[in-house]
T-cell receptor, first 111, second 114 residues
Framework: DQQVKQNSPSLSVQEGRISILNCDYT??????FLWYKKYPAEGPTFLIS?????DKNEDGRFTVFLNKSAKHLSLHIVPSQPGDSAVYFC??????????FGPGTRLSVLP | DTGVSQNPRHKITKRGQNVTFRCDPI?????LYWYRQTLGQGPEFLTY????????KSRLLSDRFSAERPKGSFSTLEIQRTEQGDSAMYLC????????????FGSGTQLSVL
């Protein structure tokens, strides 16, 4: 039973365009959400997070949107760069909950 | 660099052997987590410590797995009588327990059981 879902295993976008990665969750106890980026042979690296009291958080080229009623969040990368090519994991946690990760989306940014 | 350090980076073993992995967290972090990741999946929670106390262990975790964090510093993860299904990347992460806690991961130990 996957509590955090990333339904797109892969995504390809052109350099300079917007990348949109989606994540859905089922556990209503989750109140804090994070995105991690992972390159091959490395551990995941923290990218950006959002608390459930907000619906948007922005950091440079990265913006995370949270729709609590739909239990959905998305990560927008604008503009996309070749160095953004990696696997992106959505993670969720809450009071008394561990960090639960989705299966990841592999992003390829084409030059 | 004071990031999370994991050793070894790679481990190849024969089925039935015991293996031990080590994780050195970021020094001021009081929480330490172990995750396992297989190809095409996200990190799967195994266990975590707050200081030296092991606060939770996944129900999916076999009794062949044991973890320790003596003195609340480094941690070891031991797998006894390894099976081929144990082949995975074992990730360690540390954090400072606080509101909006963030995990900082090491590079992982890739285990291959032959």
């Amino acid at each position: 039973d996957q509590q955090v879902k990333q339904n797109s295993p892969s995504l390809s976008v052109q350099e300079g365009r917007i990348s949109i990665l989606n994540c859905d969750y089922t556990n209503s106890m989750f109140d804090y959400f994070l995105w991690y980026k992972k390159y091959p042979a490395e551990g995941p690296t923290f990218l950006i997070s959002i608390s459930s009291i907000k619906d948007k958080n922005e950091d440079g080229r990265f913006t995370v949107f949270l729709n609590k009623s739909a239990k959905h969040l998305s990560l927008h990368i604008v503009p996309s760069q070749p160095g953004d090519s990696a696997v992106y994991f959505c993670a969720a946690t809450g009071y008394g909950q561990n960090f639960v990760f989705g299966p990841g989306t592999r992003l390829s940014v084409l030059p | 660099d004071t990031g999370v350090s994991q050793n070894p980076r790679h481990k190849i073993t024969k089925r039935g052997q015991n293996v031990t992995f080590r994780c050195d967290p970021i020094s001021e972090h009081n929480r330490l987590y172990w995750y396992r990741q297989t190809l095409g999946q996200g990190p799967e929670f195994l266990t975590y410590f707050q200081n030296e106390a092991q606060l939770e262990k996944s129900r999916l975790l076999s009794d062949r797995f044991s973890a320790e964090r003596p003195k609340g510093s480094f941690s070891t993860l031991e797998i006894q009588r390894t099976e081929q299904g144990d082949s995975a990347m074992y990730l360690c992460a540390s954090s400072l327990f606080a509101t909006n806690e963030k995990l900082f991961f090491g590079s992982g130990t890739q285990l291959s059981v032959l």
